[in-house]
């Protein structure tokens, strides 16, 4: 069953005030028929500092009239019609429970993973994604959320190509860890990954995302190892941990990691009060012109049903890297 629920990333359980809720530049919505456009911007420069945690959450202010008219750095990609792809056959993939042996945080820990139609009749290898969950929750939330389902559905139709879709038990480790050779990027990749790869057919081409926290993570760990990933996708990350190691904190590797290779795209729904908090992120990308995709949805906000609905535009982008070799 499909929780309805939102998700406050990992201030859940703290004595803090409320946030106040601020308002987000929101890009006009689109005709009923059009895809919300999609920005892939090389502009402005990036401030010395970036902001204290307090900057981050923005104060309410007056809604900006959207310009029609976007800045001459801006580029605007519009979405691209899906490559057919003959489908393999009629049998649906599976999406079974799994475990691992773990000297970080073990002695096991489980996964859920997805199987693409007819894995078990062919020899073929298969791209890989992992997808994080948020903070507080664990790997059944992906599944809850369908994105196994939707993978299913568009490979049946030919519409992507067959894919391994890994989704990692995080809690604890996840919940209470900031990065390093004890943490959970640690359990990813140094055993989550290897075992993955040895047990099934995968061919090398590895993506990873995730949802509040979890974008979190998945920026972690792609911006520290972008020799292990393709692409990184970030579905209303949340970015609060300000005060970690710079070496390790998303905002402060985004500066230098060497990711100009790297697939990145960030998705929020226009009522998200995280919004804020990723842009330290984006700034940094637009001042080293690294391309990237930022999608400000008309609706929605940091609950299930946004990331449900948009799933089906998950699945499609991490494919075509994949199947075209590009970004956009």
């Given at each position: 069953?499909?929780?309805?629920?939102?998700?406050?990333?990992?201030?859940?359980?703290?004595?803090?005030?409320?946030?106040?809720?601020?308002?987000?530049?929101?890009?006009?919505?689109?005709?009923?028929?059009?895809?919300?456009?999609?920005?892939?911007?090389?502009?402005?420069?990036?401030?010395?500092?970036?902001?204290?945690?307090?900057?981050?959450?923005?104060?309410?202010q007056p809604s900006a009239t959207p310009t029609s008219t976007p800045d001459p750095f801006t580029k605007i990609v519009t979405a691209l019609p899906p490559t057919p792809t003959q489908s393999?056959?009629?049998?649906?993939?599976?999406?079974?429970?799994?475990?691992?042996?773990?000297?970080?945080?073990?002695?096991?820990?489980?996964?859920?993973?997805?199987?693409?139609?007819?894995?078990?009749?062919?020899?073929?290898?298969?791209?890989?994604?992992?997808?994080?969950?948020?903070?507080?929750?664990?790997?059944?939330?992906?599944d809850n959320i369908g994105i196994d389902d939707e993978a299913d559905a568009l490979t049946l139709a030919g519409e992507v190509a067959p894919m391994i879709i890994v989704m990692p038990e995080g809690r604890r480790v996840s919940d209470n860890t900031s990065g390093g050779d004890f943490s959970y990027e640690?359990?990813?990749?140094?055993?989550?990954?290897?075992?993955?790869?040895?047990?099934?057919?995968?061919?090398?081409?590895?993506?990873?995302?995730?949802?509040?926290?979890?974008?979190?993570?998945?920026?972690?760990?792609?911006?520290?190892?972008?020799?292990?990933?393709?692409?990184?996708?970030?579905?209303?990350?949340?970015?609060?941990?300000?005060?970690?190691d710079r070496a390790i904190n998303p905002l402060w590797t985004v500066e230098s990691a060497e990711i100009n290779t790297l697939c990145i795209a960030f998705d929020f729904g226009s009522e998200d009060f995280y919004i804020s908090t990723a842009q330290p992120i984006r700034d940094a990308l637009l001042t080293r012109q690294i391309p990237h995709n930022w999608t400000i949805y008309p609706d929605g906000s940091h609950a299930y049903p946004y990331w449900s609905e948009h799933r089906a535009d998950y699945v499609r982008w991490y494919a075509q890297r994949w199947q075209r070799q590009r970004c956009d």
């Open positions: 069953m499909l929780l309805v629920a939102l998700h406050w990333g990992w201030l859940i359980g703290c004595n803090s005030a409320p946030l106040p809720t601020p308002t987000a530049t929101v890009v006009k919505p689109p005709p009923a028929t059009m895809k919300p456009t999609v920005t892939a911007v090389i502009s402005a420069p990036l401030p010395s500092e970036h902001p204290s945690l307090s900057s981050l959450i923005p104060t309410p393999p056959c009629a049998t649906t993939g599976t999406t079974t429970a799994a475990s691992y042996t773990s000297t970080i945080e073990g002695p096991t820990r489980t996964y859920r993973i997805y199987l693409p139609p007819c894995y078990a009749a062919e020899t073929r290898t298969y791209p890989t994604l992992y997808m994080l969950h948020g903070n507080l929750y664990g790997e059944e939330e992906w640690a359990v990813l990749v140094n055993e989550l990954i290897p075992h993955v790869d040895a047990l099934y057919r995968t061919n090398g081409e590895r993506a990873i995302g995730g949802l509040s926290r979890g974008g979190y993570w998945a920026a972690e760990v792609a911006f520290r190892h972008p020799d292990l990933f393709s692409a990184v996708g970030l579905h209303a990350p949340v970015f609060l941990d300000t005060g970690d």
